[in-house]
């Protein structure tokens, strides 16, 4: 008999390598500081490893209950009422995820139906738009303004549809680094009033916001946080992206179907880690302290790229750990292609934006992730300035 494997037809026929990976590859074999993937280059807080390590010997073992461990689920309600003035009934409204793109998942599988269509606002996490084809829905793109990335509600507005189902809207933004304000939140507030449109919030920068401004999370806002899903990532706030913890808050109504959902995907999340995290969280100081240690990062980043031609965009910095710059004065390169230039010949690593948008749009801005180690900015730095 001979082998013959079936020939599948692809789910997500779309979908290749990333660019994170191609870049990563790249600067690997160039020995070039990477600058491009968003994760830190530096460890957690001993103190929540101790933690970790305690609820092992504790014997935390075994399978937690599906929603999550009670205790962090009580300190995840408590922080978002503190931070934000709503309360979220953690019996019923919080429930723990296997990292912020399990919970983006499930939250679309929960409620996208076949042919309902899906707002997203481009450029996007690149995440988004396959979900969306995995539940059968359809992804329409509205952009962001080019170069300040501010949301335009009138495109938004003519967007929708009698199938919108739900919209994305993810702030802290990647990859621009903007922030949403306040007005911004009440005008999206104000466009879904009439409508039945669901909103999945993607937060999980909500501690990395600077220059004294306020997170505007969904939670602050009635009319939104009535429809609205509220990811948050503990592996972005405590620097341990690859534990994949993260949060998502709903009312009980959505909350119910998300977890309909959620027991048969992932069912269950890390348990010492739950535990670990539940302790962690006794303590404010390490996430309220967050945007002082990532401004200081951005300010240091920022005040290096001053010696070299790039251009720092307005807005962008605002937020996440990401750094956007306008290229037009150092190259006549495209996006793609000058972050490749920029990795074999200056030794250091970034990501075209036109790798966020569906149709690959060029503005001639690249990002940069300033979330290392203040040598590997530094390092980075000094080869930038040849620029």
């Keep these: 008999m001979t082998e013959r494997t079936p020939v ?89 995820t296997a990292g912020a793109t399990q919970a983006i998942l499930t939250a679309i599988l929960a409620v996208v139906h076949p042919g309902d269509e899906v707002i997203v606002l481009d450029p996007c996490y690149d995440s988004y738009v396959p979900n969306i084809a995995l539940a059968g829905g359809v992804a329409v793109r509205v952009p962001l303004t080019p170069v300040s990335f501010r949301p335009d509600f009138g495109r938004i507005a003519a967007a929708i549809t009698p199938r919108t189902r739900a919209i994305i809207v993810n702030s802290p933004h990647n990859p621009s680094a903007t922030v949403w304000s306040e007005g911004e939140m009440r ?33 602050r806002f009635a009319g939104l946080a009535a429809r609205a899903f509220i990811v948050s990532s503990f592996g972005k706030t405590f620097h341990v992206t690859g534990w994949k913890v993260g949060t998502v808050a709903a ?34 100081a390490p996430y309220l302290q967050l945007p002082a240690f990532y401004q200081a ?9 001053a010696g070299s031609r790039l251009r720092l965009l307005p807005g962008s910095g605002a937020g996440s750990y990401f750094q956007c710059v306008d290229i037009s004065a150092v190259s006549d390169l495209n996006e793609a292609d000058f972050c490749q230039w920029l990795t074999r010949e200056i030794g250091v690593a970034a990501i075209p934006l036109s790798a966020f948008y569906g149709d690959g749009f060029d503005q001639r801005v690249v990002r940069f992730c300033f979330a290392k180690k203040d040598e590997t900015l530094r390092a980075a730095l000094e080869r930038l300035r040849k620029l």
């Design 8 to 96: 599948l037809a692809s789910r997500l026929p779309q979908v290749g390598t990333t660019i994170f990976s191609v870049m990563s590859a790249l600067a690997s074999e160039h020995g070039a500081v990477n600058l491009g993937q968003g994760f830190p280059d530096f460890d957690c807080d001993p103190r929540l490893q101790d933690a970790v390590t305690a609820a092992m010997h504790a014997g935390h073992n075994q399978y937690p209950p599906m929603p999550g461990v009670p205790a962090l689920r009580d300190a995840v309600a408590a922080k978002m009422e503190a931070l934000h003035g709503r309360r979220y009934n953690p019996e019923s409204e919080i429930t723990v």
């Design 297 to 305: 990062k951005r300010d240091l980043f920022r005040s290096g790229l």
């Design 187 to 219: 005008q999206l507030e104000e466009l879904l009033a009439p409508t039945d449109i669901l909103l999945i919030s993607d937060e999980v920068y909500e501690h990395m916001v600077f220059d004294g401004a306020t997170h505007q999370s969904a939670a």
């Design 251 to 284: 009312p009980a109504p959505l909350t119910d179907e998300f977890r309909k959902v959620h027991q048969f995907n992932v069912f269950t999340v890390n348990t010492p880690m739950q535990h670990g995290l539940a302790d962690y969280l006794q303590d404010p």
